[in-house]
Every structure is written in structure tokens, then in C-alpha cells.
């Protein structure tokens, strides 16, 4: 039986990649920061299947201790201070754990075992500002917060113990993805969240941010698959992951206040509040060096996305109120 680690464990992706790990027969540890009160929200439903061991991307002795004990062959960092709006308040706690976060990893791998294969967490958003479209694994990286920017330092230090040390280290460059339980304040589930309370009579609008912003969604649960297929391949390498489709904040609240047969024009104001510094226009990604390699495809269309996390949080928001 295959061992892996699993950091970012109590986070939307961490949640669906445990789910396939134990499926493909793995024995999945997942690392935890301690906090005062528990947020095993998401993998409730495995809790009893996966080993939790606490430990941070901030202190290396744990990172250490985790890789001694359990001797993973695969490990997969996805832990990360994620959110762009939080590193623009945040930016150097975000640097701290998104960019030396993964060098504390990679350094504990070498010292521990160099044969691990390493899977890290990359973004789009290390595109950022739009040199080309659709963007591909050439694309030159302009990052326009504090996060795309720890990012790219992720990414490169990823390259850079490939090259170095000879690690299996891969980087998925992947494009947005969503589901049921992404982060209330991520701009999908803020607004599938705002319409379950809009359509249930707890809420009468919805405060935004920029609605011309334009981003590739894909569903979460694809998106993982993807990780695993790297850490699978006889060599390490880069790759996007995305739908290659691309759609506007404002077509998401078409779509998802549409869902619960409501108007979106008339819930839907624009708080200066929610807009960014600097924001990244559009994004849009090349998947066909993905699909040809590991074989990946997207399974879920934008709409039946959009759709999905609409209904669930219509239960969700229903079942409180029983
Ligand atoms: P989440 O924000 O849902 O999860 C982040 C995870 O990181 C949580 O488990 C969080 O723990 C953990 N974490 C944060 N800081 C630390 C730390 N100092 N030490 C240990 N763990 C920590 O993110 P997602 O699941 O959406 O994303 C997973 C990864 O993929 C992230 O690295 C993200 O940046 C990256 N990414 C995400 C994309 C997306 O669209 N979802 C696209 C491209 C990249 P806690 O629960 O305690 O807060
Ligand atoms: P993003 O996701 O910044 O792309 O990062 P987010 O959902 O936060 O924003 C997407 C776009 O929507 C615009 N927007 C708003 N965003 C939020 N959060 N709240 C709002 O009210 C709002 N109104 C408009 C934003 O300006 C932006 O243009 C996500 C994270 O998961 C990262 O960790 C990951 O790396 C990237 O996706 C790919």
C-alpha cells in the first residue's frame, strides 16, 4: 500500500484528493494546522479513513516529523494562504506560507528522502496580467497580487529541485475550479451561497466586486484527478489544467440566479469594497499538453457547475431553516 501526504488537507481540494487517494487504495495522511476549534468540515465523511497529523508550512521541524514518521512515496502540497483579496492585507504572512512554505517542504523532502515524488499547487494566477491567451505552460508569468507573485516563487523553486536534485516534482498549473465546497468567500460560491439565502427569503442582495472579470471554471473533483495523473507519470514535468472556456462574473450570476428562477439584475450591486489593487482581467487555459500526456479531460460543463452549487447550497441553506 502507497502512502501519501496530503498538506491543505481541511481545504476544498484537499477534501476531493483524499477522496481519490483512498480509492485508488492508498493510506492518505493528511497534515492540519492546530486551531482553538476543529475544521474537519470536509472530510468529515473520511475523517476515519485518513490519518490527521498536525504540522504547518511555517515551521520546518514539523514538515520534518511528518515525512519521518509516516515515509509517504507521494506528497502532495496544497496547503497555501489562497485567497488573492487576503494577500493584499496580508502579504507577507501569504509569502511566508504560499512561496517559503514550498521550499520548507522541498528542503524537508530532500533531507528526509529525495525519492518522494512532489506534487505543488500552482495557479493561473501567475498569469496574471494578459500577455497571451488561451494561456499555456510558455506563457510568460506577470502575477498582479502578493499571492500570484509567492506563487511564482512556488513554481520555480518546484523547477529548480527538479533540476537541482534530480526530485520527481511537478507543477499543475491549474486554472480556477470550484464545487459545493469551495470557501464562502471565493466569487462561485459567494454568489450560489447569496442566491440559496436571496431564493429562501434570508437576504435581499448581493455585494460584488468587479463583474467584467472574466475566469476559466472547472469543477474541483476533475481537477485533483489531475494532480494524481502527474505524480504517476515516469517523469516530472508542468501542466495546465483548465476548460479552455472562459466566462464573466456577471454571466456567473446570470447563470446561477437563474437557476433559482430569479432576476440577477435585481439583487446584484457593486461595492468598491470587494474590488482589488490590481486585478487579473481574464484568464483562459490551454489543457492539450494534459490531455495528451496523462489523458485528462474536464467532465463538467461550466452551466452544469454552476448549476450543481446552486442546488447544493438551496439544501444547505434550506436545512437550517427546518
Ligand atoms: P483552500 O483555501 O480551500 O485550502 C487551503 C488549505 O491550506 C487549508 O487546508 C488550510 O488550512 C491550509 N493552510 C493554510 N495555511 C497553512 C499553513 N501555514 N500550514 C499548513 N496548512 C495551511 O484552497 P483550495 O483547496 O481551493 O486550493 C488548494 C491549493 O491549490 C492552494 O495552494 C491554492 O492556492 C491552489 N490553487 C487553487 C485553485 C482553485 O481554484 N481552488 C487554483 C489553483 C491553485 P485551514 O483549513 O486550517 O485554513
Ligand atoms: P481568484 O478567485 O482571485 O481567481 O483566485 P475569486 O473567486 O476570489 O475571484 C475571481 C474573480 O471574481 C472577481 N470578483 C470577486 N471575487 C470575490 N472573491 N468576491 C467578490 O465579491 C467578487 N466580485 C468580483 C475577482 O475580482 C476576481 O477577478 C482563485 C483562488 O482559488 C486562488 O487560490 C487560485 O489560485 C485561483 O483562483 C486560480
Known sequence: MKTALVTGITGQDGSYLAELLLAEGYRVVGMHRRSSTLNF??????????????????DEASLLAVLRRYEPEEVYNLAAQSFVQTSFGQPVLTGETTALG??????AIRVVNPEIRFYQASTSEMFGKVVETPQRETTPFYPRSPYGVAKVYGHWITVNYRESYGMHASSGILFNHESPRRGLEFVTR???FGVARIAHGLAHELRLGNLDAQRDWGFAGDYVRAMWLMLQQPEPDDYVIATGS???VRELCERAFAVA????????????RFMRPAEVDLLVGD?????RRLGWEPTVSFDALIEMMVRADLELVGSTLK
Open 102 to 107: 514550498v521550499t520548507r517542504l522541498l528542503d
Open 261 to 272: 428562477d430569479l432576476d440577477w439584475e435585481r439583487y446584484v450591486t457593486v461595492d468598491e
Open 246 to 248: 472562459t466566462h464573466s
Open 41 to 58: 468540515e470536509r472530510i468529515a465523511h473520511i475523517q476515519d479513513d485518513v490519518i490527521l497529523e498536525p504540522g504547518d508550512l511555517l
Open 190 to 192: 459567494k454568489v450560489t
Open 287 to 291: 489543457a492539450s499538453h494534459a490531455r
